[in-house]
């Protein structure tokens, strides 16, 4: 910057000579440097992001898969009218299965709008064509359907009877007035949760060979 002068020897206003070339290369050197830095802030909080939803997703595939078994099982033998199918059987059967039990129960559904109509569901975990691990839901006699992945299994530990004892379930037994089922959940991952499913409507529960 120079200082221009008159005619008549008086100073006149400063004049602006620009940025020079050496002031423009360190400008952008020093944005460069500030890009990088926030780029890489950027790309390590990414990357923690998507390590901590790795990281939780194991548990938050057994938390909705204890929700809707507890939702479900719960409501075995549940009726609000008597019914013929009342004596039909066990509203409970456990299968053993590979991924440990298969759980089939039945139940007057009057949840929904309409009239209330029986239900029988099987839960059990297995692995789907690709190898992914599975629980699956099984309306009456229709096909599979996924309901939450990442179950590799679903094992009955014990069964809550009416004077409140954990009784294993055995092969071959057949258990009235059940008060509870005990589950235990594992993930694909090795987490495992372990859940107590309340039965109101205390069903009899037949565990198969």
Known sequence: MTVGSSRNGRATAPVSAGLTLVEVLVALAV?????????SLLGSARAASTAQAMATQPDRALDLAAE?????????????????????GPEVVLT?????HAVQLSFVDDRLEGPAVERSLTFDAREDGDGAHQLYRRSGGASRQPLVSGIAAVVVESLVTASGELVEPVAGALHS???????????ESGASRLVIVPTGARPTVEVRE
């Open 31 to 39: 944005s460069a440097v500030v890009l990088g830095l926030v780029g």
């Open 68 to 88: 809707l078994l507890t939702e479900e099982i719960g409501l075995a033998a549940f009726r609000p009218w008597r019914s013929l199918s009342e004596e039909n």
């Open 96 to 100: 053993p299965v590979a991924s440990g």
């Open 177 to 187: 007035d059940v008060r509870g089922l005990v589950l235990s959940l594992e993930g």
